[in-house]
């Protein structure tokens, strides 16, 4: 599956954006999907994982201000981000999965994925 991320951008610290990845190719209500981000000279982090059956999994850094979702219909997966922080600059990445996995840290590995999109910049100002 293809995955193309969009949606980042230039935000102040408490503010909101929305990133999708649209998926073409295959129809990603088979994949397990997820999020990731890498921010300059670190390598990549876990933010935010949604299984086929719905399940959610988040970083413990973005809970309770991310939100993880799909829709089917559009073959894209979103990332809703709320009170925007410094430390969340980095590049998001999209990824996907037909792997079988079980459980948080599963979620969170980066070797679960088998595809991923190609990044968007997110920059949060204070």
């Known amino acids: 599956v293809q995955l193309q991320a969009s949606g980042g951008g230039l935000v102040q610290a408490g503010g909101s954006l929305r990133l999708s990845c649209v998926a073409s190719?295959?129809?990603?209500?088979?994949?397990?999907l997820g999020w990731f981000r890498q921010a300059s000279g670190k390598e990549r982090n876990f933010v935010a994982a949604?299984?086929?059956?719905?399940?959610?999994y988040y970083a413990d850094s973005v809970k309770d201000r991310f939100t993880i979702s799909r829709d089917s219909a559009k073959n894209t997966v979103y990332l809703q981000m709320n009170s925007l922080e410094p430390g969340d600059t980095a590049v998001y990445y999209c990824?996907?999965?037909?792997?079988?996995?079980?459980?948080?840290?599963?979620?969170?590995?980066?070797?679960?994925?088998?595809?991923w999109g190609q990044g968007t910049q997110v920059t949060v100002s204070s």
């Open positions: 190719g295959r129809t990603l209500s088979v994949y397990h």
């Open positions: 990824a996907a999965t037909k792997k079988v996995w079980l459980g948080a840290p599963s979620a969170a590995n980066a070797n679960t994925y088998e595809s």
């Open positions: 949604i299984r086929i059956s719905g399940r959610l």
